[in-house]
């Protein structure tokens, strides 16, 4: 079984909503493999899948939507 690096956790694996931050954009990927922390939530990826993303979000292929994200900026 998997342990989390962090905290010794227990690792799941699942699919999930990945959230990346890529200068002034966001790119959302959906259904995302992804070990995730049962204990702390943190999310561990493995470097097939972040190459993939990496090449998604670089090439642009075929986004399956694109969403209009609100920025607001607090007084
Ligand atoms: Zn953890």
Known sequence: MKT???????IVN??????HHWGEEI?????VPADVCT???EV?????VLET???VS????APKKSIAVPVFSLP
């Open 14 to 19: 699942k699919r999930i909503r990945h959230v």
């Open 27 to 31: 790119i959302i990927f959906e259904n």
């Open 39 to 41: 204990q702390c939530g």
């Open 4 to 10: 989390c690096y962090f905290c010794k956790g227990k």
């Open 58 to 61: 670089q090439k642009r292929i």
């Open 53 to 55: 993303m990496d090449k």
């Open 44 to 48: 561990f990826f493995s470097p097939e």
